[in-house]
């Protein structure tokens, strides 16, 4: 399935929408343990899932149940469930990030997310790097301050990218059909760049476009 026949299904199902990023969208369970994270396009995502199975009892990584690809370039991912964190706490966590400080777990995450970070420079397209800010810095059901989505895409180049020449992004990046799919394009474009980016990839797909 694609991302929007999955997010149909949990609907069904009785998974609630519960927040909406720049890249996914998320859905509580109808028990309200787990999450589901469901996106259309999102290389960075991959970095992040790598970094929990490296680190994978370390507790300011979340649990991971489930992590699949989905038809198109998406990804379905469904962990324990993540509240807000206050405003201050989650400051001063992300502080202790920048700066070095905080307890051997935050630093072990820091240290692993280094490496991930420097495979995936080598390896992913448009790569910008470890972004841990407060809305980053999450709290689990049991207590635990939790962290998530601590890598990020270099997002405005990429859709600058797809507008001058999308093939150049098809040809370096597999699984781009629902790349106009993330709620940042759909929260934050006009029509008209939308139509613009819609033109730019009809182009690429076109025979003479090759």
Same mark, same amino acid.
């Given at each position: 399935?694609?991302?929007?026949?999955?997010?149909?299904?949990?609907?069904?199902?009785?998974?609630?929408?519960?927040?909406?990023?720049?890249?996914?969208?998320?859905?509580?369970?109808?028990?309200?343990?787990?999450?589901?994270?469901?996106?259309?396009?999102?290389?960075?995502?991959?970095?992040?899932?790598?970094?929990?199975?490296?680190?994978?009892?370390?507790?300011?990584?979340?649990?991971?149940?489930?992590?699949?690809?989905? =038809? &198109? #370039? +998406?990804?379905? !991912?469904?962990? @324990?469930?993540?509240?807000?964190?206050?405003?201050?706490? $989650? /400051?001063?966590? %992300?502080?202790?990030?920048? =700066? &070095? #400080? +905080?307890?051997? !777990?935050?630093? @072990?995450?820091?240290?692993?997310?280094?490496?991930?970070? $420097? /495979?995936?420079? %080598?390896?992913?397209?448009?790569?910008? #790097?470890?972004?841990?800010?407060?809305?980053?810095?999450?709290?689990?059901?049991?207590?635990?301050?939790?962290?998530?989505?601590?890598?990020?895409?270099?997002?405005?180049?990429?859709?600058?990218?797809?507008?001058?020449?999308?093939?150049?992004?098809?040809?370096?990046?597999?699984?781009?059909?629902?790349?106009?799919?993330?709620?940042?394009?759909?929260?934050?474009?006009?029509?008209?760049?939308?139509?613009?980016?819609?033109?730019?990839?009809?182009?690429?797909?076109?025979?003479?476009?090759?």
């Amino acid at each position: 399935m694609n991302h929007r026949e999955v997010t149909a299904e949990l609907v069904l199902e009785g998974w609630v929408p519960c927040g909406l990023g720049d890249w996914a969208t998320a859905l509580r369970s109808p028990d309200g343990s787990m999450a589901a994270r469901v996106c259309p396009f999102d290389p960075a995502y991959a970095a992040f899932t790598e970094l929990c199975r490296r680190l994978p009892d370390n507790p300011y990584l979340p649990r991971v149940v489930l992590d699949t690809p989905l =038809e &198109g #370039g +998406g990804t379905l !991912a469904v962990l @324990e469930f993540l509240a807000p964190l206050e405003q201050a706490r $989650a /400051e001063e966590v %992300a502080r202790q990030w920048r =700066e &070095g #400080g +905080g307890e051997a !777990a935050l630093a @072990e995450v820091r240290r692993a997310a280094a490496e991930v970070d $420097a /495979e995936c420079r %080598a390896t992913v397209p448009w790569w910008d #790097g470890v972004d841990l800010h407060p809305g980053n810095v999450r709290r689990a059901l049991d207590g635990r301050i939790v962290l998530i989505d601590v890598f990020c895409m270099d997002g405005a180049a990429l859709y600058a990218q797809i507008l001058e020449d999308a093939a150049v992004v098809s040809d370096r990046i597999s699984g781009i059909r629902y790349v106009l799919d993330i709620p940042y394009i759909a929260r934050e474009s006009t029509p008209e760049e939308i139509q613009a980016l819609r033109d730019a990839l009809t182009a690429s797909r076109s025979p003479r476009a090759r």
